[in-house]
């Protein structure tokens, strides 16, 4: 798993996509491998392969009664849809985790940071930047309830690209992501902010 897990973070696609579906053999490691499988395929831009991936996934927590494991199956099949430009369903699924997060999962304040999120990234899809800057905040706040620097760092991010929208100066709250990527020890998301910091600068 480490092995794939390492091909995955240098974007080696069809790499991970092997050693991932080598996994899907082995029962200990079948639902991980299923869950970075279904991501890699996503990457790859292949959203039916990934889709039915995170569907069974789905099935299977919805089955064991596994709340957790279903709002994170949902929240997936969200952005599937989002990354394929499709806002209106992957708000449909969003709401559908949204209601879950609430009525089961109301402590779980990372998972409504990420909710809220998506909610805010379709936003941005539809050009409603009145919603999406409404969402990244509560994202926001929930990061800061949950102390979870990424979901703090990813809010920020979508804060600044609300505000560039606006006509706004992104700056500020690039530096705040930024921060809180640094915080967090991820390098990528803390690169790929400041090539957006850069591109509004030059």
Request: net charge negative.
């Amino acid at each position: 798993m480490k092995e794939a897990f390492e091909a995955f973070e240098r974007e080696d696609w069809d790499g991970a996509e092997r050693l991932y579906r080598a996994q899907l053999a082995d029962p200990e490691q079948k639902e991980n491998a299923m869950h970075m499988l279904a991501f890699t395929l996503a990457m790859k831009k292949e959203y039916d392969g990934a889709r039915a991936f995170y569907e069974e996934l789905l099935h299977r927590a919805e089955q064991q009664h596994q709340n957790e494991d279903a709002a994170i199956a949902i929240h997936q099949l969200a952005m599937i849809c989002r990354m394929e430009g499709n806002a209106p369903i992957a708000r449909k699924w969003l709401e559908r985790e949204r209601n879950l997060r609430r009525d089961r999962l109301p402590d779980d304040h990372a998972g409504h940071s990420a909710n809220a999120y998506e909610f805010g990234e379709a936003a941005l899809l539809e050009g409603n930047l009145e919603e999406a800057i409404g969402a990244f905040r509560l994202a926001l706040r929930e990061g800061k309830k949950a102390g979870d620097d990424i979901c703090i760092a990813c809010a920020w991010r979508g804060i600044g690209q609300t505000s560039s929208w606006y006509g706004h100066d992104p700056g500020p709250a690039y530096e705040q992501s930024i921060a809180a990527f640094k915080r967090a020890g991820d390098a990528k998301g803390e690169e790929e902010v400041r090539r957006l910091l850069e591109q509004q600068s030059g």
